[in-house]
């Protein structure tokens, strides 16, 4: 044991650190004082915004694509009228459309799209995907009152079930079926001409792809606003929907796979084309909020 000089000990101030310490803690609150105060309804009408867009995300996703589809079938019946026409003499009765069936479900549905966790089955040319939808991880439960099951998600980027990223996993609240209907043609159907009744399809299509831009443009509106805004990282949820759209259509010949594919793809192109469209065009250190959004 090594005796301690006294002299070489330093003696306990307690009076001047006590001091000290009220200084500092003085300064951390002059310091919090002069800071602006931070607008708490701000962060919430942010997050009840992000909500509502991401709720609008797959049933505007799925408009878009029914658009596509009847714009599709407005094509397919000029070529029907003219080759009608020319074999008959008589012009078709009715206009061909497909509508769009929403069936809720009792209770949201946890799907995995990767093809690994899928059973794909092609039955009269329509592609029918049973995706894996239950989860057995431990960290989170999320259980609905009228459903005996529980979705279990883990904090994990991937599933601890399947091992595939949640950004593959879809979040379902209702099924979509695809109705084809017909459109009454007018009661003069019999005294207009062919180019009329082409003419009235072409306006159609206008219409038609006017809507489709302007939920585009909405979009784009949207996914840029909540990249500016939101405080956690929030991925382009339509982006990633359509794409699963896209991936999830019917098998085929080459030249019925791309004319199937083709509308999607178009779509994203115009899509991602706007979004940048809307970055480019912001002024420097700028943000995309309420009042600039239009």
């Not at 609150?29 to 509502?52: C, G």
């Not at 359509?242 to 994203?268: A, C």
Request: proline share 4%.
């Amino acid at each position: 044991m090594m005796k301690r000089d006294p002299k070489s000990v330093i003696p306990f101030k307690s009076c001047a650190r006590w001091n000290r310490s009220i200084k500092e803690c003085q300064r951390l609150f002059d310091y919090i004082i002069q800071l602006t105060p931070h607008q708490v309804m701000d962060t919430l009408s942010v997050n009840n915004a992000k909500q509502s867009i991401q709720l609008l995300t797959k049933p505007l996703a799925d408009i878009t694509k029914n658009i596509a589809d009847n714009v599709k079938q407005c094509q397919i019946h000029k070529l029907r009228i003219v080759e009608q026409m020319s074999n008959t003499g008589r012009k078709p009765q009715s206009t061909p459309t497909i509508e769009l069936v929403y069936t809720p479900l009792r209770h949201p549905k946890l799907v995995c799209t990767n093809t690994q966790c899928s059973t794909i089955t092609v039955i009269d040319a329509v592609l029918q995907c049973r995706a894996f939808n239950k989860y057995s991880n431990k960290d989170r439960e999320f259980k609905d009152s009228n459903s005996n099951s529980v979705t279990k998600i883990t904090k994990s980027e991937f599933c601890h079930k399947c091992g595939h990223s949640y950004r593959e996993h879809l979040g379902l609240t209702y099924e979509t079926i695809e109705q084809h209907t017909t459109i009454p043609a007018d009661t003069d159907i019999s005294t207009v001409g062919l180019q009329t009744q082409i003419q009235r399809l072409d306006r159609r299509i206008a219409e038609l792809n006017a809507e489709s831009e302007t939920i585009i443009n909405s979009m784009a509106i949207f996914a840029c606003f909540l990249a500016n805004n939101t405080l956690t990282a929030c991925p382009d949820a339509f982006d990633d929907y359509v794409r699963h759209l896209m991936s999830s259509q019917p098998y085929g010949t080459d030249p019925d796979r791309r004319g199937t594919i083709n509308p999607f793809e178009q779509l994203l192109n115009n899509y991602r084309h706007e979004k940048q469209t809307i970055i480019n065009n912001l002024q420097n250190g700028a943000v995309i909020t309420a009042e600039n959004k239009t």
